[in-house]
C-alpha cells in the first residue's frame, strides 16, 4: 500500500470538505441576514431558524479546517515491524475483511478509496484506535462488534 498516496488522498478529502462546509456557512448567513427572513410576527421563527444553522454551519466549517491544519501538520514517517502503532500508522487488520485504517489526529470516520481498497481515519480517542495504539505487527486483537466478539490480527503497521 502507497501510504503517501493514502496520505494525500486523505488531505484532498479534508480540502474538499473545508471548501464544502465554508460555502454552506456562506449561503446560510446570508440567507439569516436576508431581508426576506426578517420576523413578520412574533411567531416568524424563519431568521432565528436561518442564523442557529449559520452558526452550526460556521462551526463545522472550523473544526473542518483545524483538522485539515492538524493533518498537514503531521510528519509521515514509516513505521517497522518492532514498532509500536501510533499516530500517522496504516494499520491493515486481518480476518475475514482485511480492514484498513489510518490512525489520523481527527477527523475520525473519514473515508477514501485506494486501489480498490477502503481506507477508514480512526483516532487515537475511537475505541478501536485505543485497542490498537501500542500493539504490533503480528499480534491479534478481539474485537466487539455488534455485540459479536471477534478476533484480528495485525497484518501490516506501515
Known amino acids: 500500500m502507497n501510504k ?3 496520505f494525500a488522498a486523505i488531505l484532498a478529502r479534508l480540502t474538499a470538505e473545508l471548501e464544502q462546509t465554508r460555502q454552506a456557512a456562506l449561503a446560510t448567513h446570508a440567507e439569516a441576514t436576508d ?13 432565528l431558524e436561518a442564523s442557529y444553522l449559520a452558526m452550526g454551519q460556521s462551526k463545522k466549517a472550523e473544526e473542518a479546517a483545524q483538522s485539515l491544519a492538524q493533518f498537514q501538520a503531521l510528519t509521515l514517517r514509516d513505521f517497522a515491524a518492532a514498532d509500536p502503532i501510533s499516530l500517522g500508522a496504516l494499520v491493515v487488520l486481518g480476518g475475514r475483511e482485511g480492514n484498513c485504517y489510518f490512525i489520523g489526529p481527527r ?6 478509496s485506494h486501489e480498490g481498497r477502503d481506507v477508514l481515519v480512526i483516532t487515537p480517542q475511537s475505541p478501536l484506535g485505543r485497542q490498537l495504539l501500542g500493539r504490533h505487527q503480528g499480534e491479534s486483537l478481539q474485537l466487539d462488534l455488534a455485540g459479536r466478539l471477534s478476533e484480528y490480527r495485525i497484518e501490516l503497521v506501515a
Open 4 to 6: 503517501p498516496a493514502i
Open 35 to 47: 431581508d426576506e427572513n426578517k420576523s413578520e410576527d412574533k411567531y416568524d421563527t424563519r431568521g
Open 107 to 112: 477527523a475520525g470516520g473519514t473515508e477514501i
